[in-house]
């Protein structure tokens, strides 16, 4: 098992939020991700990347309980989640994006991130039942969030309107307001600017540091983005086959001959220039 390296960090807590020890997954006899270990502190912002097909979601998707881990621990402030089931996880308090969008495109744009609220609001099935007087507050506390939410990402415009109408950029901030939502202390962002245009990208770059810094959050993402992960990641983990292959800051991380020959390659390097 690999060691889990220290380091320095601008983030203003020591605590560890998610430890991950010795994560593998086999899905038959293929064998996706090996020994895969990381310590997050509170309020960092770390980058997960690698090749197409390196186990990168596959990771995400055993943190956040919707594949089972084949072997290994993960620990959420200090508690044991490894083999919790994935809406006990986001009650826990980790949240997430997926790399394909997943809306509900018939439903508003409102109606979307009300819905990710939904378990937060103070009310039960009697009173929605009832309709009590609970109930009414409860509905008012989920529309104000979600729209709170909403404004974060420059979205209010659009609350009105079907998700499903919403141009390519604006689902993906929507879905990243969806995650916000569910109020999550760690966020996992499964490649945020997919999709995205240059000048989108930037402005992504901008958002992701203020809801973490306006939302105390800690944040781990996948990006294929060379940019923003140079731009915004704190510390860098690089798999390779299911393999941690380096781990860094941004510069070491593109300096390391060894990512360079695995991943980042001549193409992505001039990219960073």
Not at 14 to 19: D, M, R
Not at 133 to 149: K, V
Not at 162 to 169: C, E, H, R, V
């Amino acid at each position: 098992m690999s060691q889990v390296e220290t380091r320095n960090t601008n983030a203003g807590d020591n605590e560890v939020i998610l430890k991950i020890d010795g994560l593998t997954k086999y899905f038959g006899g293929l064998r996706a991700v090996h020994d895969f270990d990381v310590e997050i502190k509170r309020g960092e912002l770390v980058g997960l990347i690698g090749p197409n097909g390196a186990g990168k979601t596959t990771n995400f998707n055993m943190i956040t309980g919707i594949y089972p881990a084949s072997e290994g621990m993960i620990y959420f402030k200090g508690e044991d989640i490894t083999e919790l089931p994935a809406h006990e996880i986001t009650q826990r308090g980790i949240g997430r994006t997926f790399q394909r969008i997943r809306i509900f495109p018939n439903l508003t744009v409102l109606d979307n991130v009300r819905v990710a609220y939904h378990p937060h609001a103070s009310y039960g099935l009697f009173d929605g039942v009832l309709r009590t007087p609970r109930f009414g507050g409860g509905e008012q506390e989920m529309t104000e969030r979600a729209q709170e939410f909403l404004s974060v990402f420059g979205l209010e415009k659009y609350q009105n309107s079907l998700a499903a109408n919403l141009p390519y950029g604006e689902q993906r901030r929507m879905e990243i307001a969806r995650a916000l939502a569910t109020e999550p202390e760690l966020l996992l962002l499964d490649e945020p600017a997919a999709g995205m245009n240059p000048q989108e990208s930037l402005e992504l770059m901008d958002l992701i540091h203020f809801i973490r810094d306006r939302f105390k959050l800690t944040i781990l993402l996948i990006e294929h983005q060379m940019r923003v992960v140079m731009g915004i990641c704190e510390w860098i983990t690089v798999i390779d086959f299911g393999q941690i292959i380096a781990r860094g800051t941004p510069e070491e991380i593109q300096n390391n001959p060894k990512v360079i020959e695995a991943y980042l390659g001549t193409q992505a390097a001039k990219e960073m220039d």
